[in-house]
C-alpha cells in the first residue's frame, strides 16, 4: 500500500483489525435462498458476508465494508468470498443438489488485478463447477464508473459462461444507451422500489419499467426483499424470474441452507380463486363497522376482504384480483380519497366508493 493511500491512526487500527480478522477467520457466509418463480424452486443463493467481530458482534457489511475498500482488502476479501462460494457449492454438488448458482456481491476495484480473473477460472476448474453457477453482482454506480478496460475483463468472464449482474438497479445513473452496451446478464431490482412496489404508484410504475426493459434486453429480472405474498403477485405478475427475502426465507447459515435443499421445499403462491367483479375490498379503521358491512355485502354473495390499515388494503389488492374497493374518509394513516387516488393508479380498472357521514363532503369532492 502506498504512503498516498495509507489510512490515518485511528484507521490504521482498524486495517489491523480487518488483518486479524482474515487471520483469525472471523468471517462467515450466510446464503438467501433465490427462488425460481414459474416453479417455485430454489435454484441457487446469495453469498452474504458477516464479521464475526470479538468485541462489537456480528457486523454486517455496511458497517465495515468501507474500512475493507478503502484499506486496500477488498480484493483479498473478495477472493475469499468467492472461494469458501465455489467450496460451497463443490459440496451441494456432492449432495446432489446440481446446478445451483451462487451471487457473489462484488466491488469492481478488485478487477484492477488481473489474479482475480485466474482465481476465479482456477477455482471453477479445481472444483468442478460451470461458470454460470457464479453470478457477479456490482452496483449500478459502480458500473457507471468502470473504465473501457475493466468493462472488458467482464466481458472475458461472460466468456467463460459467468454471469454479471447489476445490483440495487434504479439508484444509479447509467443510461439506456450505457446500459445497452453493459455486459450484463441479469437486473437487480432494488429494495427499496420492492418495499414500495404494492403501495406507491411511483414505485410499481419504476418496477414495471425495469421489467420491461429487461426483457427488451434479454435480461434476467431478480427481485430482492419479498416479505409478504402481496409483493411476491406483483412480481410474479410482471414475470419476474428470480426473488429472494424473508417471505421465503433469511439469510442461512450454510448447514440450514443444506437442510432447505434437502427437504425438498418447494415455494408456491396461491392462485386468484374469483372474478374480480365478485371480489370486494373494505377499509375502514373501526372493526366493527367492517363487521357490519361484511355482512351486508356477504349477503350479495360478494367475497369481502377488510383491513384497518392502508398497509393492509395495499396488500389484499396485490393478492386478490379485487373489483370494488369501498374505504372510509376519515381515517389516522391516510385520507380515504387519498388512499383511492392511488388505487386509481395502480388498479385503474376496480370500482372505488368512498364512505363518508355529510360533514365530509367538502373534502371529498
Given amino acids: 500500500m ?16 480487518l488483518h486479524d480478522a482474515l487471520a483469525q477467520q472471523q468471517f462467515r457466509l450466510l446464503f438467501q435462498p433465490q427462488v425460481h418463480l414459474a416453479t417455485g424452486t430454489v435454484v441457487g443463493f446469495e453469498a452474504l458476508l458477516r464479521w464475526d467481530h470479538p468485541l462489537r458482534g456480528t457486523l454486517q457489511p455496511a458497517d465495515f465494508i468501507p474500512m475493507v475498500e478503502a484499506s486496500g482488502l477488498a480484493g483479498e476479501l473478495t477472493r475469499w468470498v468467492m472461494q469458501t462460494s465455489l467450496v460451497q457449492l463443490r459440496a451441494w454438488e456432492d449432495l446432489g443438489h446440481c446446478g445451483l448458482q451462487m451471487a457473489i456481491n462484488t466491488p469492481l476495484c478488485v478487477f484492477d488485478d488481473a489474479d482475480t480473473e485466474r482465481l476465479l477460472i482456477e477455482l471453477l476448474q479445481r472444483y468442478e463447477l460451470a461458470g454460470n453457477q457464479i453470478e457477479l453482482e456490482l452496483t449500478e454506480q459502480a458500473l457507471t464508473e ?3 478496460d475493466l468493462i472488458a475483463r467482464l466481458q472475458a468472464l461472460r466468456r467463460h459462461g459467468i454471469s454479471v449482474a447489476i445490483d440495487d438497479f434504479g439508484t444509479g445513473n447509467s443510461n439506456l444507451r450505457f446500459l445497452a452496451r453493459l455486459p450484463l446478464d441479469c437486473l437487480k431490482i432494488d429494495l427499496s422500489f420492492v418495499l414500495g412496489a404494492i403501495s406507491d404508484p411511483s414505485d410499481a410504475m419504476v418496477s414495471r419499467m425495469t421489467c420491461e426493459l429487461a426483457r427488451a434486453l434479454k435480461l434476467r429480472v431478480v427481485v430482492e426483499g419479498i416479505e409478504t405474498a402481496g409483493q411476491l ?3 410474479s405478475a410482471l414475470r419476474c424470474d428470480l426473488a429472494q427475502g424473508h417471505l421465503f426465507a433469511r439469510a442461512l447459515s450454510a448447514g440450514d441452507a443444506t437442510a432447505l435443499l ?11 380463486a374469483e372474478q374480480p367483479a365478485r371480489q370486494l375490498l373494505l377499509l375502514d379503521d373501526e372493526p366493527n363497522i367492517l363487521r357490519s358491512l361484511r355482512r351486508v355485502f356477504r349477503a350479495q354473495r360478494f367475497t369481502v376482504h377488510t383491513a384497518v390499515t392502508p398497509d393492509e388494503a395495499f396488500e389484499l389488492l396485490a393478492r386478490h384480483p379485487i373489483g370494488v374497493v369501498v374505504s372510509d374518509q376519515r381515517m389516522p394513516l391516510m385520507r380515504g380519497t387519498d388512499f383511492l387516488a392511488r388505487v386509481k393508479r395502480l388498479y385503474p380498472d376496480t370500482v372505488r366508493i368512498v364512505l363518508s357521514g355529510y360533514t365530509d363532503l367538502q373534502s371529498v369532492t
Fill in 146 to 148: 468502470a473504465a473501457p
Fill in 262 to 272: 434437502q427437504s425438498g421445499c418447494v415455494f408456491r403462491e396461491s392462485a386468484p
Fill in 2 to 17: 502506498s504512503t498516498a493511500q495509507s489510512p490515518g491512526p485511528v484507521d490504521r487500527a482498524g486495517v489491523q483489525e
Fill in 233 to 235: 403477485q406483483f412480481f
